[in-house]
C-alpha cells in the first residue's frame, strides 16, 4: 500500500505529466499555424506576434473551459445534493 508522501509523489508526477501534454499540445498547434517560413534561425516578427497571439488565445480558452467545467459540476452536486434531500437520503 502506498504511503501518504508516495501518493502525493505520484500526483506531483501526473500533473507535471499532464502539463507537458498540454504544453507540447500548445507548442505543435501555434507552429504548425504560425511557423510557415524556415529559411532563417530566427522567427520574423510577424511569426512571433503570430504565436504570441495562439498562445494567449489558447490559454484563455483552456481558462474559460476549465471554468466552466467547475460551474457545471457544482450544479450538478447541487442538483444531486437537493435530489437526495427529496427522496429522504441525507449524503
Do not use: W
Amino acid at each position: 500500500m502506498a504511503t501518504p508522501n508516495e501518493m502525493s509523489e505520484a500526483d506531483q508526477i501526473k500533473t507535471f505529466k499532464d502539463f507537458l501534454v498540454q504544453y507540447n499540445k500548445l507548442s505543435e498547434l501555434c507552429f504548425n499555424d504560425c511557423i510557415h517560413d524556415f529559411t532563417s534561425r530566427t522567427l520574423r516578427s510577424t511569426e512571433e506576434k503570430c504565436t504570441l497571439n495562439c498562445m494567449e488565445k489558447y490559454l484563455r480558452m483552456n481558462q474559460r473551459v476549465s471554468q466552466r467545467f467547475h460551474e457545471f459540476q457544482m450544479i450538478a452536486n447541487e442538483n444531486m445534493l437537493a435530489l437526495a434531500q427529496k427522496s429522504g437520503n441525507p449524503s
